[in-house]
């Protein structure tokens, strides 16, 4: 996102004018609500004081100590995640356009103020124009989790849906209304007297204020009608109808009052939110625009200053919607002149919200579609000011918007942020189409791609070579200062060759996006491509590194987002990942048990899901496999309501596994049938597949089939085959489960030695980073009799006691596991025909004659067996067996039937 430091105006309250009334009984009750109430909520139509009232109130909780965040509020935040960021950075600090997800920017804004050291008052001021549906329900749900020392104080001219029933019922709403803001009959004397106004009998102050109900603004423009000479009996008298007419009829003769070049001054800049000296001198065609706005201070004229320093102003907003109605109906085109040059200064300062509303309030569509394209059209929408955009993009007929092409980019780009990818699709290529013969600029056409690379993302469309290729030659193409698109670009690149499997090329552009986040003061966007890195590290085979990305990663979450926002469970659906892989299976689950239902309610992508359901899977297996189908159909559930085809196919392959883990291989095959497993796994063999994790995954899982099956043969062939694929991109973890499923395949064919010298190459690329995670997901297919402890050298080699540490505690893991599980989903149907002559009381010769292998293979066996059982006996097999129905529950699903 483009950040921008923010405007310093926004976060304090307007300098207070000298003589102001003080409201001190309103002060007190505004105090009282501090302690007692979470939410202060003061509602009142326009010219009741509100901004006035908690200006003062600002003043005096500031001298007591007190921590005191103010934020006026602009149309522009109605965007919920618009408004979220303007809060963050008045809780919190630093700079506009981080635009993070609502339920991070919840977690950070809490968190913040949990770290308080007392009592926090936030006030949004002037709520009324950022009220949105979306605004509501983000500050409905960050009230409920407000801390106890945070109170927050809204002021608005109605009453906003905030959920007030709840509040009330605890007792933590205190509301004040119009009735409550009043003049009292002394405050309006205050007034008059602070004016210097004709002086009025009591009487007639009495009158004032009847007539007026003690409505604050009527008060103040009675007194400065009064200090001009206007007759006080006309003025009362005049006093009539409803609050428009009644102001409308004071500002009339507020505006009588003054000189004539003071009333055009008044008149013209009435169409400002906000107004400078430069633009006094811009719209009145003067050069004194400065002096102009301090002789209107010093007359009490409802202007007052947004800043220290006496530079930018702003009138009272009833007084400006007055003004420029008059304005309008009387000189209409001098109306729409005055907005054109008000909106043409915005754009060139690059105030693009300022901008548009000028341009739609001088009626010139061209002028609008202008403002839009130069601030970069479909650019607005990562940046954060997709308001600006929607509000200027409503205006504009079709053919000025087909006349521009950075606005039909930007037509292209809602409807992706939006969800809607079909139609977002045949508009670009609509688009495209029409620019066949056209002659575009240079830049035009990178945007133009760029905005199609963006659909393809969404779209999850398969990786071809020439993708990346073009991907690479757009990045040459953008300017070095681009850190927006470039950090964007450069993340999807890492992320393909992260996905198409190319580990090797993945890292740079991970890490150029990052330094691009950074350039941009980006914590959310930085965080990403740490989730990023740490995934290809693992794949590399680098646990150790994976794990220290994470963890720092998941500091800084702590710091901003609070330890259990949504970007906390993202980080942790990784770092369950690597506690699996370091074998610490129970903490990898009690990281998943409380990520799970964050990750479920917000809004995830492909990576996350398949690592906290891939490493969910797997330490159930271990744990619990009875409950493995039910991971499985969260999995798929969770596919589908996510419309992520990618992760549904992994819960296929999955479901595979889990026939395999609990014995049952006539359904394993049937399932693997059912899912097209040999299609999945076939895709290995190309260069870009659709889905290169699915293929990885089916792969490992047809292997598996094969060893069961005792297909060594076949099994061989696939392993040597995807191990010349690993070692060519870098996949470290992949070659230790391959290592280890063809010690297997080596052991089914009889070659001793080499089933050792394989196990041996697994245990070698394993130690030195802690991989037990390979070992305990193939832990049916392991040749434990290599785990047998060896006797060392009288002088050992550092390596030899470190592979024998490493051997100890996998031996250790492995027992407890077959000792917890008791049951056979551990046992290879090679391992389960030979418990059952091993049942029958056969001798090892005996054994081998039977199944027509060698009686060294059946020794190893034999060792995998009590392994995987726990047990150290020939007789603690066939006891424990019997007492479990090992072989009744497992052998009759078999396929085929084993020699007699």
């Given at each position: 996102?483009?950040?921008?430091?923010?405007?310093?105006?926004?976060?304090?309250?307007p300098?207070?004018?000298?003589?102001?009334?003080?409201?001190?009984?309103?002060?007190?009750?505004?105090?009282?609500?501090?302690?007692?109430?979470?939410?202060?909520?003061?509602h009142?139509p326009?010219?009741?004081?509100?901004?006035?009232?908690?200006?003062?109130?600002?003043?005096?909780?500031?001298?007591?100590?007190?921590?005191?965040?103010?934020?006026?509020?602009e149309?522009?935040?109605?965007?919920?995640?618009r408004?979220?960021?303007?809060?963050?950075?008045g809780?919190?600090?630093?700079?506009?356009?981080?635009?993070?997800?609502?339920?991070?920017?919840?977690?950070?804004?809490?968190?913040?103020l949990?770290?308080?050291?007392?009592?926090?008052?936030?006030?949004?001021d002037?709520?009324?124009r950022?009220?949105s549906?979306?605004?509501?329900?983000?500050?409905?749900?960050?009230?409920?989790?407000l801390?106890?020392?945070?109170?927050?104080?809204?002021?608005?001219?109605?009453?906003?849906?905030?959920?007030?029933?709840?509040?009330?019922?605890?007792?933590?709403?205190l509301?004040?209304?119009?009735?409550?803001?009043?003049?009292?009959?002394?405050?309006?004397e205050?007034?008059?007297?602070?004016?210097?106004?004709a002086t009025?009998?009591?009487?007639?102050?009495a009158?004032?204020?009847?007539?007026?109900?003690?409505?604050?603004?009527?008060?103040?423009?009675?007194?400065?009608?009064?200090?001009?000479?206007?007759?006080?009996?006309?003025?009362?008298?005049?006093?009539?109808?409803p609050?428009?007419q009644?102001?409308?009829?004071?500002?009339?003769?507020?505006?009588?009052?003054?000189?004539?070049?003071?009333?055009?001054?008044v008149?013209?800049?009435?169409?400002?939110?906000?107004?400078?000296?430069?633009?006094v001198?811009?719209?009145?065609?003067?050069?004194?625009g400065?002096?102009?706005?301090e002789?209107?201070?010093?007359?009490?004229?409802f202007?007052?200053?947004?800043?220290?320093?006496?530079i930018?102003?702003?009138?009272?907003?009833?007084?400006?919607?007055?003004?420029?109605?008059?304005?309008?109906?009387?000189?209409?085109?001098?109306?729409?002149?005055?907005?054109?040059?008000?909106?043409?200064?915005?754009?060139?300062?690059?105030?693009?919200?300022?901008?548009?509303?000028?341009?739609?309030?001088?009626?010139?569509v061209?002028?609008?579609?202008?403002?839009?394209?130069?601030?970069?059209?479909?650019?607005?929408?990562?940046?954060?000011?997709?308001?600006?955009?929607?509000?200027?993009?409503?205006?504009l007929?079709?053919?000025?918007?087909?006349?521009?092409?950075?606005?039909?980019?930007?037509?292209?780009?809602?409807?992706?942020?939006?969800?809607?990818?079909?139609?977002?699709?045949?508009?670009?290529?609509?688009?495209?189409?029409?620019?066949?013969?056209?002659?575009?600029?240079?830049d035009?056409?990178?945007?133009?791609?760029?905005?199609?690379?963006?659909?393809?993302e969404?779209?999850?469309?398969?990786?071809?070579?020439a993708?990346?290729?073009?991907?690479e030659?757009?990045?040459?193409?953008?300017?070095?200062?681009d850190?927006?698109?470039?950090?964007?670009?450069y993340?999807?690149?890492?992320?393909?060759?992260?996905?198409?499997?190319?580990?090797?090329?993945?890292?740079?552009?991970?890490?150029?996006?990052?330094?691009?986040?950074?350039a941009?003061?980006?914590?959310?966007?930085?965080l990403?491509?740490r989730?990023?890195?740490?995934?290809?590290?693992l794949?590399?085979?680098?646990?150790?590194?994976a794990?220290?990305?994470?963890d720092?990663?998941?500091?800084?979450?702590?710091?901003?987002?609070?330890?259990?926002?949504?970007?906390?469970?993202?980080?942790?659906?990784?770092?369950a990942?690597?506690?699996?892989?370091?074998?610490?299976?129970?903490?990898?689950?009690d990281l998943?048990?409380?990520?799970?239902?964050?990750?479920?309610?917000?809004?995830?992508?492909?990576?996350?899901?398949a690592?906290a359901?891939?490493?969910?899977?797997?330490?159930?297996?271990?744990?619990?496999?009875?409950?493995?189908?039910?991971?499985?159909?969260?999995m798929?559930?969770t596919?589908?309501?996510?419309h992520?085809?990618?992760?549904?196919?992994?819960?296929?392959?999955?479901?595979?596994?889990?026939?395999?883990?609990a014995?049952?291989?006539?359904?394993?095959?049937?399932?693997?049938?059912?899912?097209?497993?040999?299609?999945?796994?076939?895709?290995?063999?190309?260069?870009f597949?659709?889905?290169?994790?699915?293929?990885i995954?089916?792969?490992?899982?047809?292997?598996?089939?094969?060893?069961?099956?005792?297909?060594?043969?076949?099994?061989?062939?696939?392993?040597?085959?995807?191990?010349?694929?690993?070692?060519?991109?870098?996949?470290?973890?992949?070659?230790?489960?391959?290592?280890?499923?063809?010690?297997?395949?080596?052991e089914?064919?009889?070659?001793?030695?080499?089933?050792?010298?394989?196990?041996?190459?697994?245990?070698?690329?394993?130690?030195?980073?802690?991989?037990?995670g390979?070992?305990?997901?193939?832990?049916?297919?392991?040749?434990?009799?290599?785990?047998?402890?060896?006797?060392?050298?009288?002088?050992?080699?550092?390596?030899?006691?470190?592979?024998?540490?490493?051997?100890?505690?996998?031996?250790?893991?492995l027992?407890?596991?077959?000792?917890?599980?008791?049951?056979?989903?551990?046992?290879?149907?090679?391992?389960?025909l030979?418990?059952?002559?091993?049942?029958?009381?056969?001798?090892n010769?005996?054994?081998?004659?039977?199944?027509?292998?060698?009686?060294?293979?059946?020794?190893?066996?034999?060792?995998?067996?009590?392994a995987?059982m726990?047990?150290?006996s020939?007789?603690?097999?066939?006891?424990?067996?019997?007492e479990?129905?090992l072989?009744?529950?497992?052998?009759?699903?078999?396929?085929?039937?084993?020699?007699?």
């Amino acid at each position: 996102m483009k950040q921008t430091d923010p405007i310093a105006t926004k976060f304090a309250p307007p300098v207070r004018g000298a003589h102001q009334v003080s409201r001190s009984a309103l002060v007190r009750r505004l105090d009282e609500g501090i302690a007692t109430r979470r939410l202060t909520l003061i509602h009142a139509p326009a010219g009741y004081g509100k901004t006035s009232l908690l200006a003062q109130w600002h003043a005096t909780l500031r001298n007591r100590g007190l921590e005191v965040i103010w934020l006026t509020l602009e149309e522009e935040e109605s965007d919920a995640i618009r408004f979220a960021d303007s809060l963050m950075v008045g809780i919190a600090g630093g700079r506009l356009g981080e635009n993070a997800p609502l339920r991070a920017a919840t977690s950070a804004i809490v968190n913040r103020l949990v770290r308080a050291a007392g009592d926090v008052v936030v006030i949004l001021d002037d709520f009324q124009r950022a009220e949105s549906a979306a605004v509501c329900a983000f500050l409905r749900t960050l009230l409920r989790l407000l801390p106890p020392m945070a109170h927050f104080v809204i002021s608005s001219r109605d009453r906003p849906d905030l959920g007030y029933a709840e509040l009330a019922a605890d007792h933590e709403l205190l509301e004040l209304g119009a009735a409550d803001l009043r003049f009292s009959l002394e405050e309006a004397e205050e007034v008059l007297r602070n004016a210097r106004a004709a002086t009025l009998s009591s009487a007639d102050i009495a009158r004032l204020v009847e007539r007026t109900e003690g409505w604050p603004i009527a008060v103040q423009m009675t007194a400065l009608s009064l200090r001009s000479g206007s007759d006080r009996g006309e003025m009362i008298s005049g006093f009539s109808g409803p609050d428009w007419q009644l102001a409308t009829y004071l500002s009339e003769q507020v505006l009588a009052s003054l000189p004539r070049d003071l009333e055009t001054v008044v008149s013209y800049t009435s169409i400002l939110n906000k107004v400078t000296g430069e633009l006094v001198d811009l719209l009145c065609e003067r050069s004194d625009g400065a002096m102009v706005l301090e002789q209107l201070e010093r007359a009490d004229l409802f202007i007052v200053p947004l800043d220290a320093e006496h530079i930018t102003y702003r009138y009272h907003q009833l007084f400006t919607d007055i003004l420029s109605s008059r304005l309008k109906r009387r000189q209409p085109a001098k109306f729409r002149q005055l907005h054109t040059l008000a909106a043409r200064w915005f754009a060139a300062r690059n105030e693009v919200h300022e901008a548009v509303r000028h341009a739609v309030l001088a009626e010139d569509v061209d002028l609008v579609a202008q403002v839009l394209d130069a601030a970069g059209g479909w650019r607005l929408i990562p940046e954060g000011r997709m308001d600006a955009l929607v509000a200027g993009l409503a205006q504009l007929p079709e053919a000025v918007i087909a006349s521009h092409p950075r606005l039909v980019l930007a037509r292209v780009y809602r409807l992706i942020k939006q969800g809607e990818m079909d139609a977002a699709r045949n508009s670009y290529d609509e688009f495209r189409a029409a620019l066949e013969h056209a002659e575009l600029a240079p830049d035009l056409w990178t945007e133009v791609n760029l905005v199609g690379e963006v659909l393809a993302e969404y779209e999850n469309a398969p990786i071809r070579l020439a993708d990346l290729l073009a991907k690479e030659s757009l990045i040459r193409s953008l300017p070095s200062h681009d850190h927006l698109m470039l950090s964007n670009v450069y993340e999807s690149l890492g992320n393909k060759y992260c996905e198409c499997g190319w580990l090797e090329r993945a890292l740079e552009p991970i890490r150029r996006a990052r330094s691009h986040h950074q350039a941009l003061h980006s914590l959310y966007g930085d965080l990403f491509t740490r989730f990023l890195e740490a995934r290809v590290v693992l794949a590399q085979g680098r646990l150790e590194e994976a794990a220290a990305i994470l963890d720092e990663a998941m500091a800084s979450i702590h710091n901003a987002y609070g330890p259990r926002s949504d970007l906390a469970a993202n980080c942790a659906a990784h770092q369950a990942e690597v506690k699996f892989e370091q074998g610490a299976v129970r903490e990898a689950m009690d990281l998943l048990d409380w990520a799970f239902p964050h990750m479920e309610h917000s809004d995830g992508w492909f990576e996350v899901y398949a690592s906290a359901f891939g490493a969910a899977i797997r330490a159930t297996l271990v744990t619990h496999p009875a409950g493995v189908q039910e991971v499985i159909e969260r999995m798929r559930g969770t596919a589908r309501r996510r419309h992520l085809h990618q992760l549904g196919l992994l819960a296929n392959v999955h479901d595979v596994e889990a026939a395999i883990y609990a014995g049952r291989f006539t359904d394993a095959q049937a399932t693997a049938r059912l899912v097209k497993l040999d299609a999945l796994a076939d895709a290995m063999r190309e260069e870009f597949p659709v889905y290169r994790q699915v293929a990885i995954v089916a792969s490992i899982c047809r292997i598996k089939l094969r060893l069961c099956a005792n297909e060594h043969a076949a099994a061989l062939q696939e392993i040597e085959s995807i191990e010349r694929w690993a070692q060519q991109h870098g996949h470290g973890r992949l070659l230790i489960t391959l290592a280890i499923l063809a010690a297997q395949a080596h052991e089914l064919a009889g070659t001793a030695q080499k089933a050792a010298a394989r196990f041996n190459d697994a245990v070698s690329m394993a130690m030195f980073q802690g991989f037990i995670g390979p070992f305990l997901e193939c832990r049916r297919f392991l040749v434990l009799g290599s785990l047998d402890e060896e006797p060392l050298d009288e002088n050992p080699h550092e390596t030899d006691r470190f592979r024998d540490k490493f051997l100890r505690r996998l031996r250790r893991l492995l027992r407890s596991t077959a000792a917890r599980q008791g049951e056979s989903t551990i046992l290879s149907e090679s391992e389960l025909l030979t418990l059952r002559h091993l049942d029958k009381g056969y001798t090892n010769k005996e054994i081998a004659r039977l199944l027509k292998v060698s009686p060294n293979t059946v020794k190893y066996r034999l060792k995998s067996l009590f392994a995987k059982m726990g047990v150290d006996s020939r007789r603690a097999a066939v006891q424990l067996s019997r007492e479990q129905g090992l072989l009744a529950a497992a052998l009759g699903t078999t396929h085929g039937a084993p020699p007699g």
